[in-house]
Nanobody, 114 residues
Framework: QVQLVESGGGLVQAGGSLKLSCAASANIFRINSMAWYRQAPGKQREYVAQVSRGGITNYVDSVKGRFTITRDNAKNTLYLQMNSLKPEDTAVYYC????????WGQGTQVTVSS
């Protein structure tokens, strides 16, 4: 069974920072690259960043240089450090495997005010 629990979202002013966490079940975390996705109001869910089991990362162009994805394999936990946040980063953020499994967590809301 896949379990994904995201946390750490909130309301922040533009230019601020947040760190998201995702606690994942071992059966998904240990064998997969993991990623953060986000869904803004009225838009489709989109890929944000991913990290392989060995720590190789990839980012969508819009967050490069501002977001950092990491994982703690001992804790089955995924992180997303978000700096220099912009209003366009406002969305519900989700974690999942790469490719994504059909089961999603509840997500965590990130709201960036201008």
């Amino acid at each position: 069974q896949v379990q994904l629990v995201e946390s750490g979202g909130g309301l922040v002013q533009a230019g601020g920072s947040l760190k998201l966490s995702c606690a994942a079940s071992a059966n998904i975390f240990r064998i997969n690259s993991m990623a953060w996705y986000r869904q803004a109001p009225g838009k489709q869910r989109e890929y944000v960043a991913q990290v392989s089991r060995g720590g190789i990362t990839n980012y969508v162009d819009s967050v490069k240089g501002r977001f950092t994805i990491t994982r703690d394999n001992a804790k089955n936990t995924l992180y997303l450090q978000m700096n220099s946040l912009k209003p366009e980063d406002t969305a519900v953020y989700y974690c999942n495997a790469v490719p994504a499994k059909s089961s999603w967590g509840q997500g965590t809301q990130v709201t960036v005010s201008s």
